[in-house]
């Protein structure tokens, strides 16, 4: 967990700290957002990924079951870091 940083901030915090990842060296920004349901952070991790085109932003709540997270979040990585895992491990998305 040392290169990832949790951020528990109003979410009007969100576009401002998520400019800051790029010239960081953290692997990934999580933004903690415990009152929201899956469906808003599924609207924010949208609404950011249209903005920031560096960024891969995901979302992810307990609700959701299976590997899930434990608390309501929505995660900011390094779109093209990301992108180089998966295909050096052959992930497919699913829809």
């Given at each position: ?14 576009s ?21 349901s ?14 920031y ?12 079951g299976?590997d ?7 995660i900011?990585?390094?779109?093209v ?13 699913q829809?």
């Amino acid at each position: 967990m040392d290169n990832i940083l949790v951020w528990e901030n109003d979410v009007r915090c969100l576009s401002t700290i998520a400019c800051l990842f790029p010239g960081t060296k953290f692997e990934a920004f999580v933004f903690v957002y415990k009152d929201k349901s899956a469906n808003e952070l599924e609207q924010l991790a949208d609404k950011m990924n249209n903005k920031y085109t560096h960024s891969e932003f995901l979302w992810s709540h307990p609700e959701e079951g299976g590997d899930s997270t434990h608390v309501p979040c929505v995660i900011q990585q390094d779109r093209v870091q990301l992108q180089t895992i998966r295909d050096n491990i052959g992930y497919v998305e699913q829809n």
